[in-house]
């Protein structure tokens, strides 16, 4: 099945003043499943809310119909493990 979803991502804010090799880039955001941005913080300290409506998951399941869009004439699915096995 397919896995559209909702993606929330968490990056601690950035230091300009950190004495660390490593910059972090901030930006903590929550994405939708079709890609859109829902909730977004900036480079400096936030808290990041938004709504899921896990709804929307469905409907995007619904209008993404790849189950039924398989091209069986152009590729097989090969049982990798079972070739291995033998």
Known sequence: RQSEL??????PARDPNSQSDF???GNS?????????????????ATVIGEID????EA?????PL???GRG????LIDVQREHSS
């Open 6 to 11: 909702f993606v929330a991502t968490c990056s």
């Open 23 to 25: 910059v972090v880039w």
């Open 29 to 45: 955001s929550l994405i939708g499943p079709f890609g859109e941005v829902l909730a977004a913080a900036g480079h400096e300290d």
């Open 54 to 57: 896990l709804s929307l998951i």
């Open 60 to 64: 995007v399941r619904e209008s993404l």
């Open 67 to 69: 189950e039924t869009q």
């Open 73 to 76: 004439d152009l590729y097989r």
